[in-house]
């Protein structure tokens, strides 16, 4: 009996591993079944963006910190110490003059001239977005401009940089800012000028150089030039008759 007994003991010993490593096997094609079911969900939900796009899309937005603020595009600083931010992009809408601005500020700009038009003023933006390129050509044109009354270069240079900045240093290039005027068939410049000095403000534009704040602002006089702050930033400016460097150093910007 005894010989008899040993090799069933064997037998079940030997099936008990068997079924130990087949249940260890299931197990495991479970937890892989799984982990590949929940992989392919998550790829259905980011259908349309492949890795590269994805990476390529993350590495152009700003650092996260950039975005504490959702008003801080609309409050760039570009003068003539602080040049148009490294890396900035833009996004412009055609006008139907051709004149281009940020596709961003282009709602309020248009809500903005139908109210002027209701008030019977017709205004035109002859000056909105700008590449580096115009604006050199630009300061290029004054600095001859001046040469050609006779001064120096030296002389129309400096002249030229009291009306026109520097390349890198508009906000021209920020797509944020435009030079409003009249049409010159139903209105004219004062009637334009005298309504945005008024009303803009309202509408989240700011007349950017005004005529007591040169020493800060570093521009002449400008009442056609207005720049997108948004209608809050606008609305305490105006109240408290003060530039957009005042309004920032207040800020702590």
């Known amino acids: 009996m005894e010989t008899q007994e040993l090799p069933r003991r064997k037998r079940r010993k030997k099936r008990s591993v068997i079924g130990g490593i087949i ?5 495991t094609a479970v937890i892989v079944f799984c982990f590949c079911l929940d992989h392919f969900f998550h790829m259905e939900q980011t259908e349309g963006f492949s890795s590269d796009s994805l990476s390529a899309g993350i590495s152009a937005l700003p650092a996260p910190e950039s975005f504490a603020d959702e008003e801080d ?3 760039i600083l570009v003068n003539q110490s602080h040049p148009l931010p490294e890396g900035y992009e833009i996004h412009t809408v055609s006008l139907s003059n051709g ?3 940020d596709e961003r500020i282009y709602p309020a700009l248009q809500d903005m001239f139908d109210a002027m038009r209701e008030d019977g003023v017709y205004p ?6 700008r590449t580096t390129q ?3 050509q630009i300061l290029d044109d004054k ?7 006779g001064l120096s270069y030296e002389e129309a ?5 009291e009306w026109v900045a520097l390349p890198g240093y508009s906000e021209h290039e920020l797509g944020l800012a435009a030079d409003i005027n009249a049409d010159g068939i139903h209105s004219a410049g004062g009637d334009v000028y005298d309504w945005l000095a008024e009303n803009a403000y309202r509408y989240g534009f700011i007349q950017r150089y005004p005529e ?8 002449a006089y400008e009442p056609w030039h207005y720049r997108y702050v948004g209608e809050k930033a606008a609305a305490e400016i105006k109240e408290q008759g003060i530039c957009l460097e005042e309004y920032l150093e207040e800020r702590g910007k």
């Open 157 to 161: 240079k400096s002249s030229a940089e």
């Open 23 to 27: 249940k260890i096997l299931f197990l």
């Open 73 to 75: 595009w609309m409050l």
């Open 99 to 101: 004149e281009q601005i």
């Open 212 to 219: 007591d704040k040169t020493e800060i602002t570093g521009i």
């Open 134 to 136: 115009d604006q050199q």
């Open 124 to 129: 035109v933006v002859a000056s909105g977005y």
């Open 143 to 149: 600095i001859e401009e001046w040469k050609a009354q």
